[in-house]
């Protein structure tokens, strides 16, 4: 009594080792079958079904590198970086000679912005592979950035940041004679101009340098006087179109009004984050919109997304596209104005529209909210599943409510097959108005209406329209170029 037996017992001729290790190799096959299942919605670009079975596969089979390192490539594709950092290091620890767990997680430390973890991991692959061209050149391309980054923080501590303002003479811009697109009119933007610059866009033309800096100097000086949180009330009979991320798909943008009315007075708008990056006509959709800023401040709403910053222009195309359209004086410019981009709007203090979600912390107030100093770069915290912001459940939304007396939430920053998304039983409804999203992702775009009156959500959808031959990342860091995803 009181013996431990560690004998193998054994059942109709079986040891008990025999009969697990059966059940395990059942388990690995039951796995391998989960996995080919997802790398089938990987090839078709259904990204969410493929994390689901790579996910599915794992449980039956925790300790499979390549499965990890396979979710952490649809997580990429997603843009979930945080979780791509956590698949491709849990990747490692299983096998530290996994060469794709090391690209893996350089290119998730490079979305986020963390230069010198991922030239870490580059180094490696370069040491193990030194004849592998592809891993020299992200090598090369990683260490310039980092050796950039640190030459930038050397200056920014030796001066005191003076705005790009202060070395500008608009005034004796001139404008050449042969320039024969919109001016703006006394200094001002009309709606006149407007229609000029939209249609002047659309053919692919440029506006002159001198009235994209008028208009950049008036915009952040607009911008500046608004509160972090912008509360605005409509009447009963009035209407708010709330639009997701536009990702500089500029034709996209032109097709939203071209459905639902270019913004006035009585069609107020509010676009919701992220109108940069990834989509090459970047600037175009900017300067349209802070045009509308300029001409409807009060019926024309912009709120910050995690592309209004420089980490996120530098890797996704919006630094290179106004440095070869404009100059790097003007990027620094757009950087000023974005930091002063509020964040947060409150609708008949009822729906709070913001452009990620809720915060990594409970118990956060409207009044913290009011009090965000924001004319700055975000900081690190905060950054996990998607490295740029947290995961919440219903239960946080709820508490949130309720704390601060509100009916819904509305975010953006994640691209929703049918252009949004209602969950937490219809109190937490996302809005993405980039149909196609990159040119690949098949989705449709929405927006939504809201009346005073009721404050329901109405959704609109659309597809995408076609764009002059240009390819989304055109003006990308060579390193997102070189298919690192």
Not at 53 to 64: F, G, H, I, K, R
Not at 173 to 185: H, N, Q, R, V
Not at 263 to 273: E, H
Not at 411 to 436: D, Q
Request: contains cysteine.
């Amino acid at each position: 009594a009181g013996v431990c037996d560690s004998s193998p017992r054994t059942h109709g001729g079986m040891t008990e080792y025999g009969s697990e290790k059966m059940a395990e190799e059942e388990r690995n096959g039951s796995a391998e079958k989960l996995k080919e299942k997802a790398n089938n919605y990987f090839k078709d670009k259904d990204y969410e079904n493929a994390i689901k079975y790579y996910t599915d596969a794992l449980e039956l089979n925790p300790s499979n590198a390549v499965y990890y390192s396979n979710r952490s490539l649809a997580y990429l594709r997603t843009e979930c970086y945080g979780y791509a950092l956590g698949d491709a290091t849990r990747a490692l620890e299983l096998d530290k000679n996994y060469i794709k767990g090391y690209y893996r997680r350089a290119t998730s430390n490079m979305a986020l912005g963390k230069f010198k973890a991922a030239l870490k991991d580059y180094e490696t692959v370069v040491r193990v592979r030194p004849n592998d061209k592809d891993a020299k050149m992200k090598y090369q391309e990683c260490n310039k950035i980092v050796k950039q980054k640190a030459f930038e923080r050397a200056i920014a501590s030796d001066e005191l940041k003076r705005s790009v303002v202060d070395s500008l003479d608009i005034e004796n811009m001139t404008i050449e004679d042969d320039y024969a697109g919109p001016k703006l009119e006394d200094g001002n933007v009309t709606l006149k101009f407007m229609k000029d610059l939209m249609a002047w866009f659309k053919d692919q033309n440029k506006l002159h340098r001198k009235c994209a800096y008028q208009m950049l100097v008036q915009v952040k000086e607009v911008l500046s006087k608004l509160p972090s949180l912008v509360e605005i009330s409509l009447k009963e009979t009035e209407e708010i179109t709330i639009c997701g991320d536009t990702h500089g798909q500029y034709y996209d943008l032109l097709n939203i009004f071209e459905l639902n009315g270019l913004p006035s007075i009585t069609n107020p708008y509010l676009f919701n984050g992220d109108f940069v990056d990834r989509g090459s006509f970047s600037v175009e959709v900017i300067l349209t919109l802070f045009g509308f800023k300029l001409l409807y401040p009060e019926h024309f709403h912009l709120l910050r997304g995690n592309h209004e910053t420089d980490n996120m222009n530098q890797m996704y195309g919006f630094e290179g596209e106004v440095k070869a359209k404009y100059t790097a004086q003007m990027f620094q410019l757009f950087s000023e104005v974005f930091q002063w981009l509020p964040l947060t709007q409150c609708i008949n203090n009822k729906v709070l529209v913001m452009h990620g979600g809720l915060f990594s912390e409970d118990g956060v107030t409207l009044d913290d909210i009011r009090k965000i100093d924001r004319n700055r770069q975000p900081p690190d915290s905060g950054k996990t599943k998607r490295g740029v912001s947290c995961q919440f459940g219903p239960d946080v939304t709820e508490r949130f409510l309720e704390q601060n007396k509100l009916q819904y939430i509305v975010r953006s920053h994640e691209v929703k097959a049918e252009g949004y998304e209602v969950t937490h039983s219809g109190k937490c409804i996302t809005v993405f108005s980039a149909p196609n999203y990159c040119d690949q992702m098949g989705n449709k775009g929405a927006y939504i209406h809201l009346r005073g009156s009721d404050l329901k959500p109405e959704f609109h959808q659309f597809t995408a329209v076609a764009h002059p031959d240009v390819k989304p990342m055109a003006y990308a860091n060579s390193l997102m170029q070189m298919g690192m995803m």
